[in-house]
């Protein structure tokens, strides 16, 4: 059955489409970005909860932080105001197909707005809704056999780079932790910079060909607050 062509009634259940599959190195001795370790673990959750994995994540995240505008297109919830996604043919623009996305629910398949994606990074610095040490250990980037850090800083859920710098200038840090998505018709991308308590989120209804043509322009935005910050420090 091809992907988005079938419905999964469960977490566990969508972890089927990986039967089979082979290794592409040992563990611990490469890197290679996969969805399938946060459906895993979006299957762990569920079962030592013992509810279904939508249900964990509204009790334990979009209920306690106000969500109203987050979820999944198959978890029975009427979506009036989700946004059409399209698909772009070069100067052409058509309505993107249905597609079932409940094979990928925790590692692709939710929908969002940047409010509320705002919100969730937001919560990242708060230690009354996760503990500093539970942070700390999800921004660790993980370390190879090698002892090298992966090529891409990827922690657990998150890139994070602590030894980043302000734009334009190397002698201040500015370190951050993101992640970015593209799914049918749709791309994400969220930006926690916790040493300014800041979160930045934008999203958008259709897919371009180069992604960082998209996120390029949180970094625009990052830089209208960071001169912000400046004119209130000299004032």
Known sequence: TLSGCRHYESVAESLAIFDGSDLIYEPGTAFAYSSFDVNLLGAAMASSQAQPFLSVVDRLVFDPLGLVASGSESDGNDWPELAQFYQKDKDQLRTWKPFDLSQ?????????????LVRIGSSWMDPAFISTQTRETMWTPQVLQNGEVNEQSYAIGWRYYPDAKWPGDDSRALPFAHHGGISKGAMSWLVVYPDYQMSIA??????????????????????????????????
């Open 202 to 235: 934008i999203n958008i209804n259709t897919r371009i060909e180069n992604y960082s043509d998209f996120n390029s322009l949180e970094g625009k935005i990052l830089v209208l607050f960071l001169e912000r910050i400046e004119q209130l420090q000299e004032e």
């Open 104 to 116: 990928r629910i925790p590692g692709g398949g939710l929908v969002s707005t940047s409010a509320d």
